[in-house]
């Protein structure tokens, strides 16, 4: 049963880097290194709160292999160079890290980082920070109904037996809480096929700041309107 006040998992859509770069006729590969930055910093506020126990964030979309070869290039760059900065402090602080999405479709380095990362940080449990990278919540679906066909023509289980419960543990997701709360910064208010089978019940809150101008307190100000708000799920209201 979820708390009704507390967001114990928070997942946010960082989106608007491009935009930011643009305003200041920078390129937008700026505007990716600065919403690394806002990452960092948010990740640090949240490890002040000890209420949150979760935090998935949208790197990188399955859609988003369809920008320009050299923007691609530039966001992998990034994505080692944060590792590289941040991955030792990260663990000391006893971050654990989960990453979902198609890793199939990611260099081989970057592949043997995240695996060696998450068998580095399993054992943590305070905070887990789950990266979505080339990930799409279609094809996670997708992935996970190939599992489940493979286990029912192999006999292992009867297309009977699937629930929702044995779909969710096929997911990329498994053993993580749905999401509590989702923020999209950037001023656009749609998934763009982010935790679509997660998020069925998740309080929604979008905002027009650009992601490397999202501060702690923008972020205080989304949990602010998440406590306000009455969760139902599909009960009726308890006075
Ligand atoms: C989000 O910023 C980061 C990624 C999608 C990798 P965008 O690059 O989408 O920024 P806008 O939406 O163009 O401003
Ligand atoms: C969603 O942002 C993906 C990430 C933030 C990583 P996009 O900028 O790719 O989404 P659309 O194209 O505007 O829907
Ligand atoms: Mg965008």
Known sequence: MQSPRAACHIAIIMDGNGRWAAQRGLPTRKGHREGAESLRR???HCKKNPAITHLTVYAFSQENWKRPASEVADLMDLL???FKAELESLLKEGVRL?????????DADIQTMLAETEARSAH???LTLCIALSYGSRQEIARACQ??????LSGAIAPSDISPEMLERALDTHGIPD???L????????LSNFLLWQSAYTELYFCDVLWPD??????????EHFAARERRFGGRHVA
């Not at 923020?183 to 749609?190: F, H, S």
């Not at 999202?214 to 949990?223: C, M, T």
């Open 42 to 44: 948010l990740l640090k």
């Open 98 to 106: 989960r990453f979902i999405g198609d890793r199939s479709a990611l």
């Open 214 to 223: 999202f501060s702690g307190e923008h972020f205080d100000q989304a949990l």
């Open 147 to 152: 599992k489940l066909a493979s286990k029912a």
């Open 179 to 181: 999401p509590d709360l």
């Open 124 to 126: 943590f449990s305070q």
């Open 183 to 190: 923020i999209r910064t950037g001023g656009d208010e749609r």
């Open 80 to 82: 080692r160079y944060f």
